[in-house]
């Protein structure tokens, strides 16, 4: 079963950094692009970033550009999101999900459960 | 950034019934290179994460009932519910992937009268 839990979430200060962790199972997590999408309370999907299999191709939204980090370890089956500089309109469900396409995001045929970021003073 | 645009916002039916969920683009999403639109559609319950349904317009995700159905090409699309039952309520979302950065419509919330 294709599985996704992510962690890291909490409440941090404006300005202030997160790390956020994905761990995946039930799939060979090396043969496919991630995602990070998020979702701030009440409100619909926003896509945050992508990364291709290997790592080498990376791609953002322009609303985290230069403060928003993806990374991943495939020896760990895991994806991470580095968030620095956060701002209150990035409090949201942070959502990983696996895509179907090797170098460009497509269609995500799975998600994890999410994490919640709260950036509140 | 293309713009995808749903409506209606909501939608109260009684169980049964055919529900209808239209999306528009703000710029074609058919690539001509292998006539295939880049458009998935998604079912959000309340409390979980997003679950495909849809993709390439109209290809069903294995387990999907076969009771959704996408339609459409070009900029104009359409999720339908051929007989709603209780367990559909849910917002259902369209999405993008013909261009980067993918976006998403706003939802559409489909609720039992």
């Known amino acids: 079963e294709v599985q996704m839990v992510e962690s890291g979430g909490g409440l941090v200060q404006p300005g202030g950094s997160l790390r956020l962790s994905c761990a995946a199972s039930?799939?060979?997590?090396?043969?496919?692009?991630m995602n990070w999408v998020r979702q701030a309370p009440g409100k619909g999907l926003e896509w945050v970033s992508y990364?291709?299999?290997?790592?080498?191709?990376?791609y953002y939204a322009d609303s985290v550009k230069g403060r928003f980090t993806i990374s991943r370890d495939n020896a760990k089956n895991s994806l991470y999101l580095q968030m620095n500089s956060l701002r209150a309109e990035d409090t949201a469900v942070y959502y990983c999900?696996?895509?179907?396409?090797?170098?460009?995001?497509?269609?995500?045929?799975?998600w994890g459960r999410g994490t919640l970021v709260t950036v509140s003073s | 950034d293309i713009v995808m645009t749903q409506s209606p916002d909501s939608l109260a039916l009684s169980l049964g019934e055919r529900a209808t969920i239209n999306c528009k683009s703000s710029q074609s999403v058919l690539h001509i290179s292998n006539n295939k639109n880049y458009l998935a559609w998604y079912q959000q319950k309340p409390g979980q994460p997003p679950k495909l349904l849809i993709y390439?317009?109209?290809t069903r995700e294995s387990g999907v009932p076969d009771r959704f159905s996408g339609s459409g090409s070009g900029t104009d699309f359409t999720l339908t519910i051929s007989s709603l039952q209780a367990e559909d309520v849910a917002v259902y979302y369209c999405?993008?992937?013909?261009?980067?950065?993918?976006?998403f419509g706003h939802g559409t919330k489909v609720e039992i009268k």
């Open positions: 999900a696996r895509d179907q396409h090797w170098e460009l995001p497509h269609y995500l045929d799975g």
């Open positions: 390439w317009a109209s």
């Open positions: 999405q993008q992937y013909y261009n980067t950065p993918p976006t």
């Open positions: 990364i291709s299999t290997s790592g080498r191709i990376t």
């Open positions: 039930g799939f060979t997590f090396s043969r496919y692009s």
